[in-house]
T-cell receptor, first 113, second 112 residues
Framework: GEDVEQSLFLSVREGDSSVINCTYT??????LYWYKQEPGAGLQLLTY?????DMKQDQRLTVLLNKKDKHLSLRIADTQTGDSAIYFC?????????????FGQGTTLQVKP | DAGVIQSPRHEVTEMGQEVTLRCKPI?????LFWYRQTMMRGLELLIY????????DSGMPEDRFSAKMPNASFSTLKIQPSEPRDSAVYFC??????????FGDGTRLSIL
């Protein structure tokens, strides 16, 4: 069945780059997403990438997709303490962007001053 | 723009009671999703609607759980009777065609 795996924890120093990795199993996934969850809040969409793209950049965020290896990464440049949160990788199932999402278990990013 | 609005934000009740969670999706969005988040199981999709019609309810844990969407601007998730293992954060999300899902802030449910 579909599955999304992430490492559980990442700690970096303020100003460094953070790289959060994710692997998925459904080769038919059309879209892959990164969401951010701060304490007591819902999931906030950070960015998403279409499966025929290799890379997407949005300000401090860079998403890399290796479709052959089913590997997705999120790089945050110049990481700030406000970036401390849980980051979820998710894949869509089926061809529509409004269908079911399969989420990873989330990576807790700790940014030390 | 108003995002997805969920109520209540927090609910504490005794086991056996009926619990009703409410969601107002973003205006114009035609898909609505209910999720449950726990430490043990992470984020789970319970059910989703498209144009007010339930499409996939395979994630609903058991018959104690039911969800309705009587119109495009309102949905409820009901648990009757509630049990302590239902304690979790319940999220509602909505989307429009070919656009990503947007989440509400969740309802933190505690069943004593």
């Amino acid at each position: 069945g579909e599955d999304v795996e992430q490492s559980l924890f990442l700690s970096v120093r303020e100003g460094d780059s953070s790289v959060i990795n994710c692997t998925y199993t459904d080769s038919s996934s059309t879209y892959l997403y990164w969401y951010k969850q701060e304490p007591g809040a819902g999931l906030q969409l950070l960015t998403y990438i279409f499966s025929n793209m290799d890379m997407k950049q949005d300000q401090r965020l860079t998403v890399l997709l290796n479709k052959k290896d089913k590997h997705l990464s999120l790089r945050i440049a110049d990481t700030q303490t406000g970036d401390s949160a849980i980051y979820f990788c998710a894949e869509s199932t089926g061809s529509s962007n409004t269908g079911k999402l399969i989420f990873g278990q989330g990576t807790t990013l700790q940014v030390k001053p | 723009d108003a995002g997805v609005i969920q109520s209540p934000r927090h609910e504490v009740t005794e086991m056996g009671q009926e619990v009703t969670l409410r969601c107002k999706p973003i205006s114009g969005h035609n898909s609505l999703f209910w999720y449950r988040q726990t430490m043990m199981r992470g984020l789970e999709l319970l059910i989703y609607f498209n144009n007010n019609v339930p499409i996939d309810d395979s994630g609903m844990p058991e018959d104690r759980f039911s969800a309705k969407m009587p119109n495009a601007s309102f949905s409820t998730l009901k648990i009757q009777p509630s049990e302590p293992r239902d304690s979790a954060v319940y999220f509602c999300a909505s989307s429009e065609s070919n656009q990503p899902q947007h989440f509400g802030d969740g309802t933190r449910l505690s069943i004593l």
